[in-house]
């Protein structure tokens, strides 16, 4: 499966600007501010309404 690149960068960008106050040789990000992340990047809000509207389309029922 590939992710596109807005997504991705979306989800780099959150963290980076939550992470920005907590600037240390030794910091890292938590997992469950990656799982914010990616929640709200728009990846997973995109698949589903791709793989909702997808079946419905007119010439994608033709084609099965």
Known sequence: MQIPME?????VE???KDSSACD???YRPATE???T???????????QAISTAL???P???QAA
């Open 55 to 57: 079946p419905n389309l």
């Open 14 to 16: 959150i963290v980076l």
């Open 33 to 35: 501010l990656w799982t």
């Open 24 to 26: 240390a040789p030794s």
């Open 7 to 11: 997504s991705f960068t979306r989800a």
């Open 59 to 61: 010439h994608l029922r």
């Open 37 to 47: 992340a990616v929640h709200n990047c728009g990846y997973v809000q995109t698949r």
